[in-house]
């Protein structure tokens, strides 16, 4: 093959390859925000016969942001409709938090509904089987000794360790602003250090395991274990997420469901289908899914 033959093939090959990724790229997207909106999108993906599973994170999502985990609540507004859709046969609710798996069911305080938590790293299902990655014992001593270092070197001064067992979130909301994009950097090089990934999300940085497993393999998971392989053809399926690592969920489920990225910047690139500015337009989506899906 001539030189000009392999240049313009490798030329080629890179603008397939360019092309193929500009596909799966975050980018800005529409945004949903009122009733009218929100039956127009939901209306031309579910009819009222199908089935629905419902993949939903929780803080952000359905309860506003808090200045301390356990200050977070539900709207008000989305719990009822979340009630009402846990006891809908034809719906299938799944929470998918950054939380433990047994915290995010105190908070949402639904029987019968499966809980990701850990962002998937344990399951428990709705029957109370359970699913738990796997992490070698390696990894999980560098869990505690990450753990110490973050509260000897950073605890303190408004900042602390939620401590997950198996992942954690390091909150820096109430430490002086002016010295937050420090304890953001140490912290992420602390996490770093130990092999583990380190995330930014609000006023806090995650570090979770060096596994390929993220929100976006739970619900694969959860989807499978519950439809069989074939789930894109028996069931709609709908998350909605706040943070960075809702993306994964978003990237994971684009084509096969319809995302939604709570943010209240409308220029912010998602995976998502569309933007919704707030946990307000989330309870109106939960809403109209109650009174639109079939009830038996
Ligand atoms: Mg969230």
Redesign the pocket.
């Known amino acids: 093959m001539s030189l000009a033959a392999v240049i313009s093939l490798l030329t080629f090959s890179s603008c397939v390859l360019l092309a193929i990724e500009g596909r799966a790229m975050a980018k800005t997207v529409p945004t949903v925000r009122d009733i009218e909106q929100i039956n127009d999108v939901l209306s031309s993906y579910i009819g009222k016969d199908d089935k629905l599973a419902l993949l939903l994170?929780?803080?952000?999502?359905l309860s506003p942001?808090a200045p301390h985990p356990s200050l977070a609540e539900i709207d008000p507004e989305s719990e009822a409709a979340l009630k009402n859709l846990a006891t809908n046969p034809n719906t299938y609710l799944a929470i998918i938090?950054?939380r433990s798996a047994e915290d995010a069911r105190e908070k949402v305080k639904l029987e019968k509904i499966t809980y990701a938590g850990n962002h998937g790293l344990e399951i428990i299902f709705w029957n109370k089987s359970r699913y738990h990655h796997e992490i070698d014992e390696e990894t999980r001593q560098k869990y505690e000794k990450m753990v110490t270092e973050l509260e000897t070197s950073l605890g303190g001064n408004g900042a602390w360790v939620e401590n997950k067992k198996q992942s954690l979130t390091f909150h820096y909301r109430d430490v002086p602003e002016v010295d937050q994009p420090t304890y953001k950097a140490r912290a992420t090089s602390i996490i770093e250090s130990y092999g583990y990934v380190a995330n930014a999300?609000?006023a806090a940085v995650e570090a979770k395991p060096p596994v390929i497993w993220n929100k976006g393999e739970a619900a694969l998971y959860i989807l499978r274990e519950e439809f069989g392989d074939n789930w894109p053809e028996k069931v709609k399926v709908i998350f909605a997420?706040?943070?960075t690592?809702?993306e994964d969920a978003m990237k994971a489920l684009k084509g096969g469901g319809l995302s939604f990225r709570?943010s209240k910047r409308s220029e912010i690139e998602t995976y998502a289908d569309y933007r919704v500015p707030s946990t307000k337009t989330i309870s109106l989506i939960l809403q109209w899914l109650q009174d639109n899906m079939n009830q038996v």
């Open positions: 994170d929780f803080d952000g999502t942001l938090s950054g999300a609000h997420g706040d943070d690592t809702d709570v």
